[in-house]
C-alpha cells in the first residue's frame, strides 16, 4: 500500500511488477526454507516405533478427560467424594436403562439419559459402556496427581474409563509407583505461541497448549507368568522402554563421541537424577 501511495496509480508503465508464483507446497507470499525439511522430527510416523528416524520412539497428546470437574480437585476427600456420587449416578442410570430396555427394544440411550451437568459429563465413551452394561466402582488406588495447568498440580482420579482420552499416556505412566519423565510441547494448533515444559507427572491436554508429550521412557504390560503366593491374581509386570529413539542416539555418539547420550539426555531431561542409568 505505501508503494502505492508513492506512486498514485497502479499503471503498467509507472510501476513495475513481479509475478509472484506458488511453489509446489502452495506458498506464494512467505515461501518456506526447504532447509526445514532436513531437521530430524521429534515425533515417529508411527508410535512404538523402534526403527524411527526421529528423536523419539513415541508421544502422546495429555488427558483429554472432557470432565475436569469430577476427575480433578485440590482435595482429596472432595475428588473422592465427587467421583463417588458420580459413578454412583452413572450406575443408576445404567441399571434403569437396562431394565426399560427389555421392554422398549427401540429406546435410544439419549431419549433416557438424565442430562444434568451436576452429576455427570456424558460423553460417547461412557455412553457405550452404559449401552454395554459395564459396571463402575470406585478405586482409591487410582486417585493419582497430575499436572493440570503450569506450575499447577491437581488431585487426580486416573482412571480410563471417566476420562474420556487417556491416549498413550497409561503407557508413560500406569501407575503411581512407575517414574518417568516427559517433555510437553505445546502443539502446532495452539494459538498462545511455543511452551516447553518437563513434568514428571501425567499432564493434562491443557497443561500448556494441546500439549504434546514426549517421554523418556514408556513401559510395556505383561503378565506375570509364575505368580507369588502374595501376588494378586492377574497381576501385571511392567517393562521399561527407551522412548529416545536408538536413531538419535546412535547420531549423538557420532556427534559428541561416547559421551553423547549422556549428553543428549542431560540437554533434554536436566531434571534426571540418574541420567548415566538410561544411557
Not at 470432565?67 to 467424594?81: A, C, E, G, P
Not at 456420587?85 to 443408576?92: G, R, T, V
Request: one cysteine or more; proline letters at 3%; glycine letters at 6%.
Amino acid at each position: 500500500m505505501e508503494i502505492i501511495r508513492k506512486f498514485k496509480t497502479t499503471s503498467n508503465d509507472k510501476m513495475s511488477w513481479e509475478t509472484l508464483s506458488p511453489n509446489e507446497h502452495g506458498d506464494w507470499i512467505s515461501q518456506r526454507n526447504k532447509g526445514f525439511n532436513t531437521f530430524i522430527a521429534l515425533e515417529p510416523g508411527k508410535k512404538f516405533d523402534n526403527g524411527t528416524k526421529s528423536f523419539f520412539n513415541t508421544f502422546s497428546l495429555g488427558l483429554g478427560t472432557n470432565r475436569d470437574s469430577w476427575i480433578y480437585n485440590s482435595s482429596v476427600h472432595k475428588l473422592s467424594t465427587n467421583m463417588e456420587k458420580a459413578i454412583f449416578f452413572y450406575n443408576s442410570q445404567r441399571s434403569d436403562y437396562h431394565v426399560i430396555k427389555r421392554n422398549s427394544t427401540s429406546l435410544h440411550i439419549n431419549e433416557f439419559l438424565v442430562f444434568d451437568s451436576t452429576k455427570l459429563s456424558w460423553t460417547d465413551s461412557v455412553k457405550r459402556d452404559l449401552e454395554k452394561n459395564v459396571l463402575y466402582a470406585f478405586n482409591k488406588e487410582l486417585l493419582s496427581i497430575g499436572m493440570y495447568r503450569p506450575y499447577f498440580k491437581q488431585k487426580l482420579y486416573y482412571s480410563k474409563d471417566l476420562i474420556h482420552r487417556v491416549y498413550q499416556n497409561i503407557r508413560l505412566f500406569p501407575n503411581n509407583n512407575l517414574k518417568n519423565l516427559v517433555i510437553c510441547v505445546s502443539s502446532v494448533g495452539s494459538n498462545k505461541g511455543l511452551s516447553v515444559l518437563i513434568s514428571n507427572l501425567v499432564s493434562d491436554l491443557h497443561f500448556n497448549g494441546d500439549t504434546q508429550c514426549f517421554p523418556l521412557h514408556y513401559y510395556e504390560e505383561t503378565q506375570r507368568q509364575a505368580p507369588s503366593l502374595f501376588d494378586g491374581e492377574g497381576q501385571s509386570n511392567f517393562v521399561r522402554k527407551d522412548g529416545v529413539s536408538d536413531f538419535i542416539l546412535k547420531r549423538a555418539r557420532s556427534q559428541y563421541g561416547k559421551q553423547g547420550g549422556y549428553i543428549l539426555l542431560r540437554l533434554w531431561f536436566p531434571t534426571c537424577s540418574n541420567v548415566s542409568h538410561h544411557v
